[in-house]
């Protein structure tokens, strides 16, 4: 236990730098040479990547009985990972798969038509998506800071304030930044080309 104690920053490090090994071995396994069911194998090291650092959150919360910036940063990573972490894969896969068909075979690819985003859909209905997308956001963040509310009023303290601070500080930054990245689409949609 005093191993993840002295080195969980490293260890959460090395299982992101996975994270991305792994990424990077699906598309390439699956796309460049085709291979289906190999690249499946990525897919569930990807997954147990995911469920060996929700452990490393859960050891430590039962080494140090508190909760910690350490759980706070895995627990934004794991609440990514099953939120927008899905659909922005989904994204990337889709947009590989078509580059990578582009690079093999390019004389496939020469007709022009209506311009679409990476997940298919026209620029306005991306567009539509990325706001609803931000406005559920908008939603969930306004509940919970309620909730933090509501929390700091009766003065339950099951997360201390610094905690919550920090959590409400982290969260407002990542609003922001997809909140801009969001209405971007609306307010700048791409040009036709």
């Not at 990578?100 to 985003?117: L, M």
């Not at 509501?150 to 905690?163: K, N, P, R, Y």
């Not at 990542?174 to 990245?181: A, E, F, H, S």
Request: glycine letters at 4%; hydrophobic letters at 50%.
């Amino acid at each position: 236990m005093s191993l993840l104690a002295e080195y969980k920053w490293y260890i959460l490090i090395a299982a992101e730098v996975l994270f991305w090994v792994f990424s990077i071995s699906f598309v390439i396994v699956r796309y460049w040479f085709q291979l289906h069911r190999l690249s499946l194998i990525f897919l569930i090291l990807f997954i147990v990547n995911d469920l060996f650092i929700l452990s490393l959150a859960i050891l430590d919360y039962m080494q140090t009985g508190e909760f910690s910036n350490y759980q706070l940063i895995i627990a934004i990573i794991l609440i990514y990972a099953l939120t927008y972490g899905k659909k922005d894969f989904k994204k990337l896969d889709a947009y590989l798969k078509e580059k990578v068909e582009k690079w093999k075979n390019p004389s496939r690819h020469t007709h022009k038509g209506e311009e679409k985003s990476a997940d298919g859909g026209s620029d306005w209905e991306h567009a539509r998506r990325e706001r609803n997308g931000w406005f559920k956001h908008l939603l969930i963040y306004a509940i919970a800071h309620g909730i933090y509310f509501l929390m700091m009023t009766f003065q339950w303290e099951a997360i201390s304030f610094e905690t919550l601070s920090n959590i409400s500080s982290i969260w407002t930054i990542i609003l922001v930044v997809d909140g801009v990245y969001s209405l971007s689409f609306t307010i700048f949609p791409r040009k036709r080309k």
